[in-house]
């Protein structure tokens, strides 16, 4: 059994989500949402952020995570922040002793409805049906879900592939 920790980072809203996998069957465990005041101190937000994930990871000891690209915005300033965030993200599933991986939207997208091109209401239905128990996630935990069934599907794929002898 793998416990992956599925991450959606925002710089206000940062979606999490637990997903087990033994063999192919996958199992809901948990998510939520790091909300970060909108105003304030960037660093003291980055701190906020950085904390909870730490706390999330000591409660449900993953062993891998798995974060989700961020599209660049026309804005820099918000494209900048969302870096800032991002870069939170990934250090504090660093210092939790994970192994990252990271997937653009569209595979995830892709890996969790069949197409890159799915909305979020899409995705979130998906989540649903996949994980019975999940209940209905906010946007960004449904999205983080997504993520870590992504990454489930491509390490199952990866798994598989190694065992072919060559």
Avoid at 17 to 29: K, M, P
Avoid at 88 to 95: E, R
């Amino acid at each position: 059994m793998i416990r992956v920790l599925g991450l959606d980072p925002g710089l206000r809203r940062t979606g999490w989500g637990i997903v087990e996998a033994d063999g192919n069957s996958l199992r809901y465990r948990a998510c939520g949402t790091v909300e970060v005041a909108a105003e304030g101190d960037l660093a003291l937000r980055l701190q906020r952020l950085y904390d909870a994930l730490a706390a999330t990871i000591r409660e449900f000891r993953p062993r891998e995570a798995a974060v989700e690209e961020t599209v660049v915005n026309r804005n820099a300033g918000s494209s900048l922040k969302l870096g800032h965030a991002r870069g939170v993200v990934l250090l504090a599933a660093a210092h939790g002793g994970l192994a990252v991986h990271e997937y653009g939207a569209k595979t995830v997208k892709r890996a969790v409805t069949g197409t890159g091109s799915a909305d979020k209401r899409q995705v979130a239905s998906m989540v649903r049906m996949l994980l019975p128990g999940c209940g209905n996630p906010g946007t960004d935990a449904a999205d983080a879900l997504a993520v870590a069934i992504c990454h489930l599907h491509h390490r199952a794929g990866r798994a598989l592939l190694a065992a072919v002898p060559p």
